[in-house]
């Protein structure tokens, strides 16, 4: 009691105006709300993907069996991506759209590589909330602008796998790939 | 916290006594559940769902502790060990369809219960606080039943999983690697499995403790009742124990027979059947769709297709989703009437049927596929629940004439009060 009354006497803090105790008080406090932030770090970033799952293999697809008005289904990190070998018509009819009229403008050219307008390879992901959409598979519909069908909320994509219409928001994702031959691709 | 004329607890038996002294515990119960606690007399059957609600919250934790016990949250052979769970384990099956229609069972009870609240103004003053935290038990309860649902990991888990996660990625530019965060990877997989378990075991105690604040913050005005009119006297009220023990009891009796005719004569007549085809991140199911109690939220969603002004499609869709939700918690403050049940309120009795329609309509559309006449339906239900919350309701409060409200509970209930002739009159 008198001990504290001594540290805190008046006398004491007067001068600057700031007692010993304030700084101390200010310091652990301080450190302890660093600290105590600092913690979250691993907390939070635990959920990210892990190691294993960023190391994505590429896939490398032989493309040679895939007929013109064909297309298959491959796997890259865990998701699908469709292949798909264009017609003349269906090139034709992406590049007939202006391009101005589209959700989110590219033209079949900026989709795909030069020299190669009818390898046409895009994520099957849905660019709105992730399912699968119909019509790389053997008779699956291809929806009303010839392209692509999501069947969860209706999105409908067209030959060069741009969003027509429905909710999403974006193209078919392109994934970075290469064709290693005339015959192989070699996606991520 | 409750009234002059409640009971006191008076322990007789010396261990009792002691006990009070040490960790008045018995007190406790006896102050809120026993006699103790003097409550309305003219609660009606409406009043009954919050103790179901309790209920079935224990059922779930029972349930699910135990089949946790045989369940596997590995993506590898997590379907075979609910597969596992319906053959081999004894009593698997029931204890699984236990789980599952419980789940559909607390929806049930859940949405009476807020509905009863619309209807009788429960969320109004004094009792804000208890409408604002079951507000946020309800989301909790989403967010459990919706984790749950992964569990099985079959086509509906997974595409439900893929779907809801990618609702994030509607969000501006922390959207897709939010959605990467909260999967631990690129598509539902292991680590988003694993981690949907871990949260999902852990949620339902989160609600534990959410409840017991809802019911304290229920235990410092008590709870309301159908003539909206506050407790005046000893005679508005009798003793929670054993009246309504014992007519909780009884609906308890009523709910069981009819959870136990769904559990053992229709036990997956709202499931999925693609729910029994293992995941497949390869084939989207034809028709996905959400469990029932998710329906009318989705429907919502579904409902925005095009752009509206600035905002994109997607991103309007989930805002309205949230804000579906997000609306009843500014529930106190809209309806501005200072009557609270619409027994007594003409206008908004009629409001609240149609909200009610609405609601079974938005429902029905969040079922079907998401094709015309749907979609164009549950858009003009999504604009009509809006506007009964932020447009209807306040201007109904504003512009409607109440009908005369009782004197008190004891003059609604027997026709007349004495007190009332001791009154002033107004
Ligand atoms: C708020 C309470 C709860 C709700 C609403 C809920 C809901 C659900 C739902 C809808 C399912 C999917 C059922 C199916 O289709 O098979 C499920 C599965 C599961 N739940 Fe819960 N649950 C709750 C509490 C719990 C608790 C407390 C535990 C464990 C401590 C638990 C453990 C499990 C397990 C292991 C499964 C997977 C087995 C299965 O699919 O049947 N649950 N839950
Ligand atoms: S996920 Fe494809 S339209 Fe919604």
Request: hydrophobic content about 50%; charged content about 15%; proline content about 8%.
């Amino acid at each position: 009691m008198a001990e504290e009354a001594i540290t805190d006497a008046p006398e004491l803090a007067t001068g600057d105006g700031v007692r010993r105790r304030d700084f101390i008080n200010l310091a652990a406090v301080s450190a302890a709300g660093v600290a105590g932030v600092s913690l979250l770090v691993p907390l939070i970033s635990q959920m990210a993907p892990s190691a294993d799952v960023l190391a994505e293999s590429s896939t490398e697809v032989d493309i040679s069996a895939i007929q013109p008005g064909q297309a298959i289904k491959s796997i890259f990190r865990k998701q699908p991506v469709f292949i798909r070998n264009l017609t003349p018509k269906e090139i034709a009819e992406a590049n007939a759209v202006p391009i101005s009229s589209l959700r989110d403008p590219q033209t079949l050219a900026e989709r795909t590589k030069e020299g190669k307008e009818n390898w046409l390879i895009t994520m099957g992901v849905c660019t709105h909330l992730g399912c699968v959409p119909l019509g790389a598979g053997e008779g699956e519909i291809k929806g009303e602008f010839g392209g692509y069908f999501c069947p969860c909320h209706g999105s409908a994509y067209d030959t060069a796998a741009r969003i027509r219409k429905g909710p999403a928001p974006k193209n078919l994702e392109v994934p970075t790939y290469e064709f290693t031959s005339d015959t192989v691709v070699k996606i991520g | 916290m409750s009234f002059p004329w409640a009971h006191e607890y008076t322990p007789s038996h010396p261990f009792m006594k002691w006990m009070d002294e040490k960790l008045p515990l018995p007190r406790l119960v006896y102050n809120s559940v026993g006699s103790g606690y003097p409550v309305p007399r003219n609660l009606n059957y409406f009043w009954n769902f919050g103790f179901l609600a309790l209920a079935c919250l224990g059922i779930q934790i029972v349930t699910g502790v135990i089949l946790a016990m045989h369940y596997a949250a590995n993506a590898g052979v997590a379907f075979d060990s609910v597969e596992h769970i319906m053959r081999d384990v004894n009593w698997g099956w029931m204890l699984r369809y236990a789980h599952a229609n419980g789940a559909s069972a607390f929806f049930v009870v859940i949405y009476i219960h807020i509905f009863r609240g619309f209807f009788y103004g429960s969320y109004k003053a004094p009792r804000e606080m208890v409408w604002l935290l079951g507000v946020v038990i309800f989301l909790l309860m989403m967010a459990t039943a919706f984790m749950g649902y992964v569990l099985p990991w079959g086509q509906m888990s997974f595409w439900g999983a893929k779907v809801i996660t990618g609702l994030f990625s509607a969000i501006p530019l922390v959207g897709e690697p939010l959605q990467q965060w909260l999967l631990g990877g690129f598509a539902p997989d292991n680590a988003s499995l694993n981690r949907f378990f871990s949260l999902h075991y852990l949620l339902p105690f989160v609600i534990v403790g959410v409840v017991v604040l809802h019911i304290w913050a229920l235990h410092i005005p008590g709870s309301s009742n159908p003539t909206g009119v506050e407790v005046k006297s000893e005679s508005d009220t009798v003793p929670f124990y054993p009246y309504y023990i014992a007519k909780d009891g009884w609906a308890m009796g009523l709910f069981a027979f009819l959870y136990c005719a769904m559990l053992f004569f229709f036990p997956n007549a709202l499931g999925h059947p693609d729910n029994y085809v293992p995941a497949n991140p390869m084939s989207t199911p034809a028709h996905i769709v959400p469990e029932w109690y998710f329906w009318p939220f989705y429907a919502i969603l579904r409902a925005f297709t095009s752009d509206f002004f600035f905002i994109p499609a997607k991103l309007m869709g989930v805002l309205a989703m949230f804000s579906a939700i997000l609306v009843w918690f500014f529930l106190p403050w809209l309806d501005r009437s200072p009557v609270r049940s619409g027994s007594y309120r003409p206008a908004f009795k009629k409001f609240f049927i149609i909200l009610l329609i609405d609601v079974l309509i938005l429902g029905y559309c969040g079922g079907a596929p998401a094709a015309e006449p749907y979609v164009m339906i549950s858009q003009i239900a999504a604009i009509y629940y809006f506007a009964h919350f932020l447009i209807i309701l306040p201007i109904v409060s504003s512009i409607e004439r109440p009908d005369p409200l009782p004197f008190s509970i004891t003059e609604a209930v027997l026709g007349s009060d004495e007190q009332a002739a001791l009154a002033p009159a107004e």
